[in-house]
């Protein structure tokens, strides 16, 4: 039988060209527990892309679902919009006291859509009400999302041609070590706000990533960051942090910006939030931004009841204590280390590594090196995506809860898939 004779899927005859992971992993998935996924022959895949963040805690995390499956038993509101539920109270309550009060963060939590772009979305429309602003300043390969204002403020260009219409009132600057230590932090931006002929219209706001993910895995330092937030305080200028991929523990810390010592103005949080892949997004602001009018900004899935009922579930296991968060920061190094080895083994494979706690990056010289390292990692039954201007970074996302043996066993597949993929290149 040829390729000609198979019939095409009813994802390729139905399903939309834009769809992408698919393409990268040509199997269909059945089952999902813990830190696999299960294709629909019972073939297992160790799973180091955790839905692009999503899914911190693991696939179908047991005491989340136990949660989610009460809730639903005892029929629970499954959609509410933004009225009140025994869900949303329960969430808000274990929210503020497990996450907030400990840290002495005093936000105001707003449930916009149920994705991380809606956050941003929200973020970007509040700290323009505000300020009576339009200019956001945001950073070199950022990304924030795909609707047109999370957009504007996103670095790549391919994904920025696909909107089709100008997306303006963004200013770039670059991000930590984007210019290798040859000029002093905030320099050209301090000079711009400065001058009141730079032509940069005053901005209503920064945002900032603390670790890019799509970007390539770019770690912004705690002194920028410091730096950063000092900047725009003695400018007035609101501090946005979008935490949608490194937020809910995935640094350590729950929030990625404590580390750093600093405070935003307001916060974006989403994926991982739920705890089980549900949607369900954040905007947390200081309450003296608190200036919504009643509906002003809304949608008909703020209301996501049952990832209300796993966040609490997710909260209450793994943030009332710091367990998590120390074993995340002790496989932080063990990462790093396998990840070392590999740097050393042969210049050939890859450039450089980089990440924080759970989230790593290894650097390849091209995009095709990173992408054949993936492809040859899929073929040994592990999940790997990559990032990066270029493609040129493969990306290790694995759920927190990953096991020191399913670690060890993707660092494994890892490395012998960066050696197969030198090998080639050198054929």
């Known amino acids: 039988m040829t390729l000609t004779d198979i019939a095409p899927s009813v994802f390729e005859t139905v399903e939309s060209e834009v769809r992408s992971y698919c393409r990268a992993w040509p199997v269909v998935f059945e089952q999902a527990r813990g830190s696999r996924l299960y294709d629909e022959h019972g073939r297992p895949f160790l799973d180091f892309f955790a839905g692009a963040g999503s899914l911190n ?86 990304f924030h ?105 995935r640094t350590g810390e729950f929030f990625s910006f404590e580390e750093a010592g600093i405070t935003p103005d307001i916060v974006t949080l989403s994926k991982s939030i739920s705890g089980y ?50 074993r995340t920061l002790a496989r932080a190094g063990r990462i790093e280390s396998a990840l070392g080895d590999l740097l050393g083994e042969d210049g050939r494979a890859a450039v450089a590594l980089r990440g924080r706690g759970m989230v790593w990056g290894l650097e390849f010289a091209d995009g095709e090196r990173a992408s054949a390292v993936c492809r040859r990692a899929f073929e040994l039954g592990l999940l790997l995506e990559t990032s990066g201007p270029r493609d040129e970074v493969v990306k290790l996302l694995p759920p927190l809860t990953v096991t020191d043996d399913e670690l060890d066993e993707g660092l494994g597949i890892l490395a012998r898939s960066v050696r197969h993929a030198a090998e080639r290149a050198t054929v």
């Open 277 to 326: 892949g549900l949607p369900m997004a954040l905007c947390l602001f200081r309450p003296e931004l608190d200036q919504w009018q009643p509906g002003e900004h809304n949608g008909t899935f703020r209301g996501n009841n049952p990832a209300f009922v796993t966040a609490t579930a997710a909260i209450d296991t793994y943030w009332r204590d710091h367990a998590l968060r120390d």
């Open 145 to 249: 999302g795909m609707s047109l204002g999370s957009l504007a403020t996103t670095g790549n260009s391919a994904k920025r041609a696909g909107a089709g219409v100008p997306l303006p009132h963004v200013t770039r600057m670059p991000y930590d070590h984007y210019l290798d230590g040859r000029m002093p932090d905030f320099l050209w931006f301090e000079r711009l706000l400065s001058d009141p002929a730079s032509g940069l219209d005053r901005p209503a706001a920064v945002i900032v990533e603390t670790v890019q993910g799509e970007g390539g895995i770019n770690v912004a330092r705690a002194e920028w960051l410091r730096g950063l937030a000092e900047l725009c305080r003695r400018h007035e200028m609101l501090l946005i942090v979008d935490d949608v991929q490194m937020g809910c523990g």
């Open 57 to 142: 805690y693991g696939h179908n995390n047991p005491v989340l679902k136990r949660a989610l499956l009460d809730y639903l038993a005892r029929d629970g509101v499954t959609h509410g919009l933004d009225m009140s539920t025994t869900a949303k109270r329960d969430f808000l309550e274990a929210f503020r006291s497990a996450v907030l009060e400990p840290r002495a963060l005093p936000y105001k939590v707003m449930f916009p859509g149920p994705t991380g772009t809606n956050a941003v979305e929200a973020a970007l429309k509040l700290a323009r009400k505000i300020t009576g602003r339009e200019t956001v300043v945001s950073f070199t390969n950022a």
